[in-house]
């Protein structure tokens, strides 16, 4: 039956970018479309078109999804790259992070909400999903300064929003706390990171020299696609294993596209990726329209005047920070002007976060998820669209 779904799904996702290519829009935004008319606006008619235990089932796809992505995106982690541009990118990424966490907390502690809640809350502001931005550049092959700055800060953006997640965290939860672990608290997240990074390097090594030693093409991305699947069972294992302890398979897996991408040559790394994107297309399609069906349309009515002011300020806080950051880079007047309106995604990771926030503050559980869940709507329907457009009007998307 799962083979059924996923078929209509596939379809699905095919026919919605067929029409949002006709209209000039980025696939992603059709099959997000596709998505939500199959799923939640069925719903909301009446009609039930894919049962919850179906969903549940699907869940792994977004995981291997998300592990191809964060792969694809380490490769751009190039070692001549960052020699040639330096800290630009940690830079914009730090700044960008952090002023999006700052504008959504201000904003809150302005209208007098309980300063654990604003901090938990605003703490989320700074993730960033890669994949809508990545399957964007992939589309309309978008090449440049700032399509190369987003690349880089998009995947950076990943280890900044958890340190500044886990910070702020940390100080919501010392907020009345005798526990005196303030300081284990905001070295957990560096903690994960750093073990994320390691494993993935480890993996990185791996996969190079496996690469060698098999040379047929069907044989390579066979061992592509095996090492990416165990190092994304990893997040699930880990936590069996040590339930505290937060595996980052997106920073594992970024990991092992950057070793690789620095231990392979030129002309090699063009062939292995080149199969790769001849293998990941129907998992994306899965993967956003899956987004779009498990998207909750009644949060809309819950988040009141919070939601948007989570909404407003975190775009204000992600666009002036990137600004800052690239000024205080040195970067291009491009990228001052167009990188942070790129960074307005945000899914996934996000989402996941709020498990974490809910448990700090559980009184406010429903309601953080509720905002989360809005904003993700609205972010992944506008976000694929003005990354195209920015992207466009800094003339690195061709006519």
Request: hydrophobic residues 55%; charged residues 15%.
């Amino acid at each position: 039956m799962i083979l059924f779904y996923m078929g209509i799904i596939i379809l699905t996702g095919l026919l919605f970018s067929k029409i949002t290519k006709a209209l000039r829009l980025p696939n992603v935004t059709g099959y997000l479309v596709g998505g939500l008319l199959i799923g939640p606006i069925f719903s909301l008619w009446g009609w039930k078109l894919f049962p919850e235990s179906i969903i549940e089932e699907l869940g792994i796809i977004p995981k291997i999804a998300l592990g191809f992505i964060a792969f694809t995106i380490g490769t751009e982690f190039k070692l001549s790259y960052f020699k040639r541009v330096g800290a630009k990118p940690i830079i914009i990424a730090a700044f960008e992070s952090l002023f999006a966490i700052l504008a959504v907390f201000i904003v809150l502690i302005l209208m007098k909400v309980e300063i654990k809640f604003a901090l938990v809350l605003s703490s989320i502001a700074a993730a960033t999903a890669p994949a809508a931005t990545l399957m964007v550049i992939k589309q309309y092959r978008a090449k440049g300064e700032v399509t190369e700055n987003l690349m880089s800060v998009v995947a950076i953006d990943d280890a900044t929003a958890i340190i500044f997640f886990g910070i702020f965290v940390a100080i919501a939860q010392a907020i009345g706390s005798q526990s005196g672990s303030l300081g284990w608290m905001i070295a957990k997240p560096f903690v994960e990171i750093i073990s994320s990074l390691a494993i993935g390097f480890l993996f990185g090594i791996v996969l190079s020299l496996l690469l060698k030693w098999f040379t047929g093409r069907s044989n390579r991305i066979s061992v592509i696609v095996a090492l990416l699947f165990i190092v994304v069972a990893m997040a699930d294992i880990t936590k069996s294993w040590f339930p505290d302890f937060d595996f980052s398979t997106l920073l594992a897996c970024m990991m092992i596209g950057a070793v690789f991408t620095n231990t392979t040559s030129g002309e090699e790394m063009n062939t292995i990726m080149y199969l790769v994107d001849r293998y990941v297309p129907p998992i994306f399609i899965l993967f956003f329209v899956i987004s779009g069906i498990d998207l909750n349309l009644t949060v809309l009515t819950t988040v009141g005047i919070i939601g948007t002011v989570y909404v407003i300020m975190r775009v204000v806080g992600k666009v002036g920070g990137a600004y800052l950051g690239a000024v205080v880079a040195k970067s291009s007047h491009a990228v001052r002007k167009y990188l942070g309106w790129a960074l307005v995604p945000q899914a996934g990771v996000a989402i996941g976060l709020t498990v974490v926030a809910s448990s700090v503050v559980p009184h406010y559980a429903q309601e953080i998820r509720a905002v989360v869940l809005t904003a993700t709507l609205i972010y992944e329907l506008a976000g694929p669209l003005i990354t195209k457009t920015v992207l466009k009007r800094a003339k690195e998307i061709a006519e």
